[in-house]
Every structure is written in C-alpha cells, then in structure tokens.
C-alpha cells in the first residue's frame, strides 16, 4: 500500500531560525513529489514540484531535496518568520495504475516571535 | 481569474439531508477533484473528473456523487448526510493527469467546512 510519514507531527521554532521537515514515501512506482503550504482555514498551495531526475528545488526560503534511492524528501525553511506557521504536507503521486495522489498528513509548524 | 471557488464556506446539515457543493474555475482546466480532511489524516480523494461529462471514484467515494456537466464546474453532492461525513471539503483543479515525467499543478480552493448533526 502507497503511504506517506512525515515527521516532526508539530514543531515549534523562534521566528528567525532554520528548521527541516520530513516526508518518507513507499509510493511506487514513482512519479513526483510536491510540498503544499496549508495556512490555517485555507487551501494548501504549492510550494514546489519535483520529478524522480531533481534532487533539490527551491522557492524562494523554501528548498526541498529528494533522494528517491532512500525515498526520503526533507523541506528546508530558512530564516523563518511568522507567516510560515502553517501546516506542510507532502504529496507523492505514482505513475503507474490508479492516479490517486498520496497526500501525508502533515507537519504543524509554528513560528514564535 | 477568480481561480478555484467553492460554495457554500460553511454547512450545518441534520442527519439524512441532502446537499450539493459547487466547485467552479476560470482556469480552463481538465482535471478536477474533491477531497475531504478530516482532522489527523491526510487529504482524501473522493471523486476526480478528467473532462468535461467524466467522473471516476478516487479514495473514499461512498455516500458521495458528483457531476462535470460543464468544464468549469464540478459538483459535489450528499443525497444522504451522515456524522461521518463531517469534513472539510476542498476542490481542486489541474491542466492534465501526472503521469511518468509529466508535473501538473494542482491548484486548491478555500474550502467548505460541513458539520452533519
């Protein structure tokens, strides 16, 4: 069965610093992973898109790595700030059989001042 | 462009009540969906469409229907509301399936939050 663990469940930082999320996947055969950005009562919105040939992707302070040997991809925020509390799900689609993406159930992350 | 709206935001609906969600997006797009997330788990698929007059099951499709009458909407119906289906639901639209090297955005509306009583 496709599955997607993310971890920390929640995470809390200090407005200002670093932090790293992770998504660990068993999504096979792989066709692509996606970091969404989901603030609270909201739509989740991309953030970046990655095939199985990219290994790294950034957005602005937002970079994401993939390492689809491991099937690990971690979400790297840089300098954060508060509008960066928000839920972070990582998505992994297949490119074989059923289209149903493979959605994690997220991080929480909060940014303190 | 207005993107992916969702009508209505909020529901309160009694047990054994019908109701329908309306999806809509400027966008142009094929594909489009409706998920539910419910609080600890994942998103959902519970219906997807490729085009105008399909639709197909995805995840968790019981007690749903849904409609493409026309490419820009899709809708989303309850014809008997239950506790269980107390969610938030969210639509989603994109250009095209991802298939092997092929990246489609999926772009979310806000949301519909619905509480069967």
């Known amino acids: 069965k496709n599955q997607v663990e993310q971890s920390p469940q929640s995470l809390i930082i200090l407005e200002g610093k670093n932090c790293t999320l992770q998504?660990?996947?068993?999504?096979?055969?792989?066709?692509?992973l996606r970091w969404y950005k989901q603030d609270t009562g909201r739509g989740p919105v991309s953030l970046t898109i990655m095939t199985f040939s990219e290994n790294t992707k950034s957005n602005g302070r937002y970079t994401a790595t993939l390492d689809a040997d491991t099937k690990q991809s971690s979400l790297h925020i840089t300098a954060s700030q508060l509008s960066d509390s928000a839920s972070y799900i990582c998505?992994?689609?297949?490119?074989?059989?059923?289209?149903?993406?493979?959605f994690g159930r997220g991080t929480s992350l909060i940014v303190h001042p | 462009n207005a993107g992916v709206t969702q009508t209505p935001k909020f529901r309160v609906l009694k047990t054994g009540q019908s109701m329908t969600l309306l999806c809509a997006q400027d966008?142009?797009?094929?594909?489009m969906y409706w998920y539910r997330q419910d609080p600890g788990m994942g998103l959902r698929l519970i219906h997807y469409s490729v085009g105008e007059g399909t639709t197909a099951k995805g995840e968790v499709p019981d007690g749903y229907n849904v409609s493409r009458l026309k490419k820009q909407n899709f809708l989303l119906g309850l014809e008997s509301a239950a506790p269980s289906q107390t969610s938030v639901y969210f639509c989603?639209?994109?250009?095209?399936?991802?298939?092997?090297?092929?990246?489609?955005?999926?772009?979310f509306g806000p949301g519909t939050r619905l509480t069967v009583t």
């Open positions: 966008m142009n797009h094929e594909y």
């Open positions: 998505v992994v689609s297949s490119s074989g059989g059923s289209y149903i993406p493979t």
């Open positions: 989603a639209s994109s250009y095209s399936r991802g298939l092997a090297g092929e990246i489609y955005e999926q772009y």
């Open positions: 998504c660990n996947y068993t999504v096979s055969p792989f066709s692509n």
